[in-house]
């Protein structure tokens, strides 16, 4: 299992409670289907407002330039995705 899966599956086991306490954002990780990371994450978007965006290697290190703050980046190609 890759890191960006065992990442999601923790997330999806903490869910419940963070819905629970009314957590204003949740960041649930993009990942391929080997279970990696996708070269570009985002928080949850809050009603009409897109959630922060920045571009990760394959495991999950932000890379330089990361995050915009505006839900629009676009990642560097070679990167996974």
């Known amino acids: 299992m890759g890191p960006c ?7 999806l086991q903490q869910l419940q409670t963070e ?3 009314g957590a204003q954002t949740l ?3 993009n990942c391929d289907h080997r279970g990696f990371y996708r070269k570009r994450q ?3 978007s809050q009603g009409q407002r ?3 965006c920045w571009c990760v290697d394959r ?5 330089p330039g990361s995050p ?7 990642c560097p190609t070679g990167s996974s995705g």
């Open 50 to 52: 897109r959630g922060p």
């Open 27 to 29: 960041y649930v990780p």
């Open 68 to 74: 915009d703050g505006n839900g629009s980046s676009s």
């Open 5 to 11: 899966r065992r990442h999601l599956d923790s997330v």
């Open 19 to 21: 819905v629970y306490r």
């Open 42 to 44: 985002c928080r949850s």
């Open 59 to 63: 495991m999950g290190k932000s890379l």
